[in-house]
């Protein structure tokens, strides 16, 4: 048997920070093993955990590397600060394996269980993937946060992210690196991400170290960022920050905000206009020398774009006998206009979304579309890079809003959020978290479709009582987001109040008439356990952003809050 108390010794915890995609600010740190080539016959850390596990040694190991990093996480002075946890799937099957034991270590460093989220991987032996759905359910009923880690390269997939009920995945960097560079990579990510949010789960990008993939795996829509972008993993607890810069620095840079009114000047392919005057011999020559395009699009003396004209429309001419003779007799050819056939155009000020609905509704007439600047030629957009940029925008608006509501979604919430606490000297804002009560058994006796129905009546509520100049997003699931800028409190209070009753009152008509006749529900509970269940109706945390807020303030705020709102029938308001 190894001397596990002189190996454990040489080990210790390098820490990286997971931040948020649209802050740059910090959520949480993840727990990385060092120090394991210290230690004779072991080369990594699976060689670690491979002998802990043949020795039947794997569950007492970990309980002692978990109190190391939890010790060392304790010392990091940061307010809601969340350790992410890596756990070997295996220690279930270990004989000494028993619940209680993170719950006494948490207590031991005053910590409650809202700090720990544990990783459990996808990846690995038949033996650990058979063993990851025994393990999230243990932790899940003991109250615990999990996170799938290694998304996307295991052999259960879609199957792990339907069934897990996980609070976050993290992409695998397989999927995240050149992720800019690769459609595919992007189109599999961004569908992902648009699932999981339907879900209520949270994306980690994990393995940025680039700019452009930085800024990808932002407007696809990934929650939080992790990588050597942000920071390496660091044994120094003092070299984590509680808002990275560098990362601040990109999103002020990021241009592309408004990314429906602008073009990437690459897909505009600059095709050299004949002036209208231009002789018919010279028109000729042109399609002579220029052979990658049969058309040519003309302007008048001033730039203006008048229309375009077809290689096919004067062949005849000049294949003709005396065609060449005619084309350089200048009374002749004194106009190309009779030659000049109508272009679809759009103004570049029009942005992406106007060029795509444009070009949809013509596109049996067209090979493209051209661009004018205040009706001045400008270029030509061929078939193909519409189609890019139809993809491109495609999941830029897929990012930016909840495919089941249509409403704004996670990315926006946070920009909202960001800009409330900025503006915060100029403008009091109140910020209204809804979270469904008791909607799980709901979705598991009526099942989803009725439980997308509840979902789009509250959603549907929101945006009838709320005024038109509110914020109102999906934060996903059973969750909703509203934000107020300069209300009255007391009107906030009475109107969300009524929203909730109203509600409770509406989604009655989904259940059966028994059903509505008790009052409540027969099911199981998260521990398999029959009991009844209340008849669905939302809680509520309100939350106001004054010229005295701290931002630093919000995550801990509101995670009081929102607790404190389910066992509240009314509203929950505190001062941020």
Request: glycine content about 4%.
């Amino acid at each position: 048997m190894p001397n596990w108390t002189e190996i454990i010794s040489k080990l210790d915890y390098a820490f990286q920070p997971i931040i948020y995609s649209h802050s740059g600010k910090i959520y949480a740190v993840e727990a990385l093993l060092r120090n394991v080539q210290d230690i004779p016959n072991l080369t990594n850390i699976d060689d670690l955990f491979d002998l802990a596990f043949n020795n039947d040694y794997l569950y007492e190991l970990d309980l002692q590397l978990r109190e190391k990093a939890i010790s060392k996480f304790a010392k990091i002075n940061y307010s809601n600060l969340k350790l992410f946890y890596n756990l070997d799937n295996r220690i279930i099957y270990n004989k000494s394996y028993s619940s209680g034991n993170t719950e006494k270590i948490l207590k031991k460093y005053n910590l409650n269980k809202e700090r720990i989220c544990f990783e459990l991987s996808e990846k690995g032996t038949a033996i650990e993937q058979n063993a990851l759905s025994s393990m999230l359910e243990k932790y899940k009923q003991s109250g615990y946060s999990i996170a799938i880690d290694d998304f996307g390269i295991g052999v259960s997939g879609l199957k792990l992210l339907y069934f897990s009920e996980a609070n976050i995945i993290k992409l695998d960097r397989f999927f995240i690196s050149n992720i800019d560079q690769d459609s595919k990579k992007k189109l599999f990510c961004s569908s992902i991400i648009d699932m999981a949010h339907i879900m209520g789960i949270q994306v980690i990008a994990e393995g940025v170290e680039t700019i452009k993939e930085f800024y990808t795996c932002k407007d696809i829509g990934a929650d939080f960022i992790q990588g050597y972008l942000v920071q390496k993993p660091t044994k120094n607890i003092n070299e984590i920050e509680i808002l990275y810069n560098n990362i601040v620095d990109l999103i002020a840079k990021d241009k592309r905000n408004d990314t429906n009114r602008t073009i990437d000047s690459k897909f505009i392919e600059e095709i050299t206009p004949l002036d209208v005057n231009t002789s018919l011999y010279d028109l000729f020559l042109h399609f002579k020398k220029n052979t990658q395009h049969n058309f040519v699009p003309i302007v008048d003396e001033f730039g203006y774009l008048l229309g375009i004209i077809y290689e096919s429309d004067i062949k005849k001419i000049s294949y003709s006998q005396y065609g060449l003779s005619l084309a350089q007799n200048k009374t002749f050819s004194s106009t190309l206009l009779k030659y000049i056939k109508p272009a679809l155009s759009v103004e570049i000020s029009w942005g992406i979304d106007k060029i795509l609905e444009m070009y949809n509704l013509n596109f049996n007439d067209s090979l493209g579309i051209f661009i004018t600047s205040s009706d001045k030629y400008k270029g030509f957009i061929n078939l193909n890079s519409l189609l890019t940029l139809s993809y491109k925008r495609n999941i830029e608006i897929a990012t930016n809003q909840n495919p089941l509501t249509k409403l704004p979604g996670n990315s926006q919430i946070e920009k909202y959020i960001d800009t409330s606490f900025k503006n915060s000297q100029l403008n009091t804002t109140y910020i209204i978290y809804f979270d469904f009560n008791d909607f799980k058994p709901f979705n598991d006796i009526y099942g989803f479709r009725q439980g997308d129905r509840a979902i789009l009546i509250f959603s549907e509520l929101l945006q009838k009582r709320y005024q038109k100049n509110s914020f109102i997003a999906h934060i996903g699931g059973d969750d909703f987001f509203v934000g107020l800028i300069d209300y009255n409190y007391k009107d906030v209070f009475e109107l969300t109040s009524n929203i909730q009753d109203e509600f409770k009152n509406s989604v009655k008509n989904l259940y059966s008439k028994e059903d509505k006749q008790n009052n409540f529900i027969v099911g199981k509970d998260r521990f398999g356990t029959t009991r009844k269940f209340d008849l669905l109706s939302v809680s509520c945390a309100i939350l106001e952003i004054n010229s005295q807020s701290d931002i630093l303030n919000f995550d801990n705020t509101l995670n009081i809050v929102k607790k404190a709102s389910k066992n509240s029938k009314e509203p929950i308001f505190k001062i941020i």
